[in-house]
């Protein structure tokens, strides 16, 4: 029992242990999804692609399923014309954004070859992404949820709607939440902190919510975030920090 999409970065500072485990599963490469994400330090035509090499190097692979610009701050025009060329080279499969969410997510649209594939942001029940997901639709641009179950928030696994659904469709509060998301189209990885949570997490695909249930949900949403840094606090507090290789 595991998960087969891994999502690691730069920034987190676990790439070669990532690699190491892919390598020791016995399961072959292209049955598992390698999710990696750039840091605004590896931003600029150049130095994006120089960058992708020591990620692949790390890994220890020989592509990356989907890589992400992580920040929206830095030379993103420039590191996304390095992306495209990787693709072209066949290092990278798919390439997309995380926590693009200001007006620099069409910056990138616009000036793209290859648009990209998935937008990764913050995205639960609190906080449902709703004119986002608007914008996305008409890039043809899936949105992948971090923060899916709201931080584990009691707040919101204890919510009566919620509470409710878990007790009819005799499921947890936190399989209610991602089925939600999976019939709202949003793509989750969620975080497991024991083997039991991890079955929980698969457990999702037996049922289904109906229309009202699914509406009910939509009525948690009061644009509550998690994350609360501004885009120019992020600038200010992230933009010095250089993951080491």
Same mark, same amino acid.
């Not at 997510?105 to 997901?133: D, M, N, R, W």
């Given at each position: 029992?595991?998960?087969?999409?891994?999502?690691?970065?730069?920034?987190?500072? =676990?790439?070669?242990?990532?690699?190491?485990?892919?390598?020791?599963?016995?399961?072959?490469?292209?049955?598992?999804?390698?999710? &990696?994400?750039?840091?605004?330090?590896?931003?600029?035509?150049?130095?994006?692609?120089? %960058?992708?090499?020591?990620?692949?190097?790390?890994?220890?692979?020989?592509?990356?399923?989907?890589?992400?610009?992580?920040?929206?701050?830095? @030379?993103?025009?420039?590191?996304?014309?390095?992306?495209?060329?990787?693709?072209?080279?066949?290092?990278?499969? &798919?390439?997309?954004? &995380? #926590?693009?969410?200001?007006?620099?997510?069409?910056?990138?649209?616009?000036?793209?070859?290859?648009? $990209? &594939?998935?937008? *990764?942001?913050?995205?639960?029940?609190?906080? *449902?992404?709703?004119?986002?997901?608007?914008?996305?639709?008409?890039?043809?641009?899936?949105?992948?949820?971090?923060?899916?179950?709201?931080?584990? =928030?009691?707040?919101?696994?204890?919510?009566?709607?919620?509470?409710?659904?878990?007790?009819?469709?005799?499921?947890?509060?936190? *399989?209610?939440?991602?089925?939600?998301?999976?019939?709202?189209?949003?793509?989750?990885?969620?975080?497991?902190?024991?083997?039991?949570?991890?079955?929980? #997490?698969?457990?999702?695909?037996?049922?289904?919510?109906?229309?009202? @249930?699914?509406?009910?949900?939509?009525?948690?949403? #009061?644009?509550?975030?998690?994350?609360?840094?501004?885009? %120019?606090? *992020?600038?200010?507090?992230?933009?010095?920090?250089? $993951?080491?290789?």
């Amino acid at each position: 029992m595991g998960y087969r999409h891994i999502d690691t970065a730069h920034a987190y500072q =676990n790439e070669r242990g990532v690699g190491r485990a892919v390598a020791a599963s016995g399961l072959d490469r292209k049955d598992v999804w390698v999710t &990696s994400k750039l840091w605004p330090s590896d931003y600029g035509e150049g130095t994006t692609a120089k %960058a992708i090499d020591a990620m692949l190097g790390r890994l220890g692979m020989d592509y990356i399923d989907l890589l992400l610009l992580h920040q929206q701050f830095g @030379d993103y025009l420039g590191a996304w014309k390095d992306m495209e060329r990787a693709v072209a080279k066949g290092k990278v499969r &798919s390439i997309g954004l &995380s #926590n693009f969410e200001s007006e620099r997510l069409e910056e990138v649209v616009e000036a793209s070859t290859i648009k $990209p &594939s998935v937008l *990764q942001v913050e995205c639960h029940p609190y906080f *449902q992404q709703g004119e986002l997901k608007k914008r996305l639709a008409s890039y043809g641009v899936a949105l992948e949820a971090w923060y899916p179950l709201g931080h584990g =928030n009691a707040g919101l696994m204890s919510e009566s709607v919620v509470t409710r659904l878990a007790e009819e469709y005799g499921k947890a509060p936190a *399989q209610i939440i991602l089925r939600w998301h999976i019939q709202e189209s949003t793509i989750v990885f969620p975080r497991a902190t024991s083997a039991e949570h991890v079955r929980q #997490n698969f457990d999702i695909f037996d049922f289904a919510l109906d229309g009202e @249930d699914v509406e009910a949900m939509r009525g948690l949403d #009061n644009g509550h975030r998690f994350y609360t840094l501004s885009l %120019a606090e *992020q600038e200010q507090h992230l933009s010095g920090f250089k $993951p080491a290789d």
